[in-house]
């Protein structure tokens, strides 16, 4: 075996293993973020990541979806579904973010959006 034939061959099985090992992959990356945003371990807060990086988890749910929605197009049966429901979630949140940013139009508005959810919180 030569030298191009041979890093071709370790390429493809490197990315066959990864192909099969990527939902444990993504699970184990979400699992990881959240145990250290959670402080299950207690360690002073700047030993750790803050609470605002909880977002960072989240990649983990996000590459995994997005290889779902990879494999789904793959399949003729599922391809126009998945880009239908892609397509309704794509504009769901142009739509919701638009109705957000109406909200966060300056400070009166937000402040009076804030006391409403605060005064609809059971007590």
């Not at 099969?20 to 699992?31: D, E, Q, R």
């Not at 998945?82 to 402040?111: C, E, F, M, P």
Request: glycine share 4%.
């Amino acid at each position: 075996m030569d030298v191009p034939s041979g890093i071709i061959n370790h390429v493809y099985h490197a990315s066959r293993f990864f192909e099969k090992t990527l939902g444990i992959i993504c699970v184990a990356i979400f699992i990881l973020h959240l145990i250290l945003v959670l402080h299950i371990i207690p360690l002073s807060r700047f030993t750790i990541v803050a609470d605002r990086y909880a977002y960072i988890a989240s990649i983990g749910v996000f590459f995994f979806i997005a290889y779902l929605f990879n494999k789904a197009t793959r399949l003729v049966k599922y391809k126009q579904i998945s880009i239908l429901l892609l397509t309704i979630y794509i504009a769901y949140l142009g739509i919701y973010t638009n109705q957000r940013a109406k909200v966060w139009h300056d400070n009166k508005s937000l402040k009076k959006e804030i006391f409403e959810a605060i005064s609809k919180q059971p007590k």
